[in-house]
């Protein structure tokens, strides 16, 4: 059964954007059964195009991404998920929707800070060296989570382990 990961961050154009790229490019690569999702709170309608700039040059394909709502993660035939992480300290402190949860109810959740590459100082080529900086840092995440054995795992365990890992 597949393992469905939702990544929100406000806006979904940045770190939710890079997190659902890499978790699906390293799923793929590695053959587990893991699929990424991303979401806002209040979604910006554009995905940064430092974002998919990021993603592209790592192999990453982007075809099909869009700025979406959590909402749609709430609603009936949604995806049944098992995690969700916020990588923004604005979405992780806003009370989220009930989310359609796994075969445990409802999905497991953790905070995984980032600062946001869109703040980034100076011109486009140091936006261009934060978002990589950030794809890199999440890309490393995700390695982690997808070496966990997610099946087997009880949520404690799995919460357990999800925190450590954003500790990293």
């Known amino acids: 059964m597949t393992t469905h990961v939702l990544v929100l961050c406000t806006h979904n154009s940045a770190r939710s954007v890079l997190s ?22 209040a979604p910006s309608g554009r995905i940064n195009p ?5 993603l592209q040059n790592a192999g990453v394909d982007t075809g ?48 995984w800070s980032y600062p946001d590459p869109s703040n980034a100082d100076g011109g486009d080529e140091s936006k261009r060296r934060a978002f990589e900086l950030t794809r890199q840092a999440i890309g490393y995440r995700m390695l982690q989570l997808l070496a966990l054995p997610l ?7 799995l919460q357990a382990a999800l925190i450590e890992i954003g500790k990293s």
């Open 50 to 54: 430092f974002a998919i700039e990021a």
């Open 20 to 41: 659902e790229g890499m978790l699906n490019h390293w799923a793929v690569r590695l053959g587990k059964d893991v699929k990424a999702h991303s979401a806002g709170s």
């Open 64 to 111: 099909g991404y869009r700025s979406k709502s959590w909402d749609e993660f709430s609603r009936a035939g949604a995806p049944p998920l098992s995690i969700v992480i916020t990588v923004c300290d604005s979405a992780a402190a806003e009370p989220c929707p009930l989310f359609v949860g796994g075969q445990s109810g409802q999905p497991v959740k953790v905070h």
């Open 151 to 157: 099946h087997t795992m009880t949520r404690h365990d």
